[in-house]
T-cell receptor, first 112, second 110 residues
Framework: GQQLNQSPQSMFIQEGEDVSMNCTSS?????WLWYKQDPGEGPVLLIALYKAGELTSNGRLTAQFGITRKDSFLNISASIPSDVGIYFCAGRLGGATNKLIFGTGTLLAVQP | DAGVIQSPRHEVTEMGQEVTLRCKPISGHDYLFWYRQTMMRGLELLIY????????DSGMPEDRFSAKMPNASFSTLKIQPSEPRDSAVYFC????????FGPGTRLTVL
């Protein structure tokens, strides 16, 4: 199936560092979502973005909907060990469909 | 509020057996989605429903897979007969717009 280009594939950082990851697509989306998945669990919604240029924060997390509507990024500031997990972006194409296209995921490891 | 509920959480079966996965969406959500997650293919949408009606089943792998939603609070995904390549984690998600995922069912077909 179709997937978004998400980078980096993995990150290994020290506690306290800031993290940035992004997703790009050749298609225009009307919604971008960011999820986090812990081992053995389902993805949990972190942030939802609905308008081009929108910048939204959720605690230490900040995400932006790219102006071109073809990309989005997620920043995590001052990382902590519980930030460990796999982060997925997801985009909705709009129109009549309610399908989400998911990114390939970014594995984040945080060294205490 | 209870989130999306899936059962069983783990299923181990032998090739050729029928497998039924169950999902209870969040009350009030009119969309329900079934996904499959593997290392090789990531998260794949299999099928989704709106108000209990299947809208897009283009992701269903083949005729061995079927999904039903007899009412707003229950859905099933059935695999008959199961094959080893069906081994994966199957997620159900529901939502009005954003999608909220259940904990998943880890299926192993021997």
């Amino acid at each position: 199936g179709q997937q978004l280009n998400q980078s980096p594939q993995s990150m290994f950082i020290q506690e306290g560092e800031d993290v940035s990851m992004n997703c790009t697509s050749s298609s225009i989306f009307n919604t971008w979502l960011w999820y986090k998945q812990d081992p053995g669990e389902g993805p949990v919604l972190l942030i939802a973005l609905y308008k081009a240029g929108e910048l939204t924060s959720n605690g230490r997390l900040t995400a932006q909907f790219g102006i071109t509507r073809k990309d989005s990024f997620l920043n995590i500031s001052a990382s902590i060990p519980s930030d460990v997990g796999i982060y997925f972006c997801a985009g909705r194409l709009g129109g009549a469909t309610n399908k989400l296209i998911f990114g390939t995921g970014t594995l984040l490891a945080v060294q205490p | 509020d209870a989130g999306v509920i899936q059962s069983p959480r783990h299923e181990v079966t032998e090739m050729g057996q029928e497998v039924t996965l169950r999902c209870k969406p969040i009350s009030g959500h009119d969309y329900l989605f079934w996904y499959r997650q593997t290392m090789m293919r990531g998260l794949e949408l299999l099928i989704y429903f709106n108000n209990n009606v299947p809208i897009d089943d283009s992701g269903m792998p083949e005729d061995r897979f079927s999904a039903k939603m007899p009412n707003a609070s229950f859905s099933t995904l059935k695999i008959q007969p199961s094959e080893p390549r069906d081994s994966a984690v199957y997620f159900c998600a529901s939502g009005p717009g954003e999608q909220f995922f259940g904990p998943g069912t880890r299926l192993t077909v021997l």
